[in-house]
């Protein structure tokens, strides 16, 4: 049985030795243009967030497309760290498409149980946020100038979920603090990229929005859709990542390894 065994091994062997050997003579140069493209992966949470900050961000559109067929214009170098990502452990991509619903709630929860539970210290979560959950993704003046609060029947005032909190400075040694910035006291977008979570946007939700402002006639400014999309983009939250459509990068998020949430 065993010299079945290693015979059986060393046949698969030969057969990737030739299937690796058939795909380097047939497409060298893809092979080379697609490690080009690919970044090394981030090996922790501390690395990824260093990496995201450093990566670019477009925010100086004069108008935009309703699809995106060119890298430029959404956060290519930061979509390609957060989906390169390496760290041993578990992943998740949550579906926030709800902005009543208890998104932030849910992705602390399950930093707090990953991360003390189940010792996943550089436990990755990442928001694909789209839908009217989209909004919070937005700063306050655009929130001002085109009246957000009347698109959700005045569920929220104002964009209060990118606010701190008041126990957002309390010691953040004491995890154990029922009061204490771990806690249900703490959901805000602010507290929650600190702890490394990556709000990625969605180009589809902000022309759609456009869309229903030039509609519902709040549109101040008398500007064109591919330009009220163009501001909005503008005005995405700092540490936001562009990306051409949630529903098409969900995929992506899955092929590179993240569980699926729906929020």
Request: with cysteine.
């Amino acid at each position: 049985m065993t010299e079945l065994l290693h015979r059986r091994q060393a046949m698969i062997n030969a057969g990737l030795a030739v299937t690796v050997g058939a795909v380097t003579m047939v497409a060298p140069k893809a092979q080379a243009a697609q490690a080009s493209e690919s970044p090394v992966g981030a090996a922790t949470l501390r690395d990824l967030a260093t990496r995201l900050a450093k990566a670019p961000r477009r925010r100086d559109f004069k108008t935009v497309p309703m699809i995106l067929n060119d890298r430029s214009l959404w956060d290519n170098e930061a979509l390609s760290e957060v989906l390169a990502y390496r760290a041993d452990g578990p992943r998740q991509a949550y579906d926030n498409a709800m902005i009543d619903a208890p998104w932030l709630n849910l992705m602390r929860n399950a930093l707090n149980a990953q991360i003390w539970s189940y010792d996943h210290p550089n436990f990755l979560v990442v928001s694909a946020t789209h839908g009217t959950a989209h909004l919070a993704l937005f700063d306050q003046a655009m929130w001002d100038k085109y009246q957000f609060a009347k698109l959700i029947d005045g569920k929220f005032k104002a964009n209060t979920l990118i606010n701190e909190t008041s126990v957002a400075t309390k010691d953040a040694a004491n995890y154990q603090d029922p009061e204490g910035i771990y806690s249900p006291r703490n959901n805000s977008i602010p507290a929650l990229q600190r702890r490394g979570v990556v709000f990625l946007a969605c180009h589809n939700s902000i022309w759609e929005v456009s869309e229903k402002l030039i509609a519902a006639n709040v549109n101040p400014d008398k500007l064109s859709h591919d330009k009220i999309a163009a501001e909005l983009t503008n005005h995405l939250i700092d540490g936001a990542v562009l990306t051409p459509g949630i529903v098409a990068t969900l995929p992506e998020l899955q092929q590179a390894g993240f569980f699926y949430i729906r929020g």
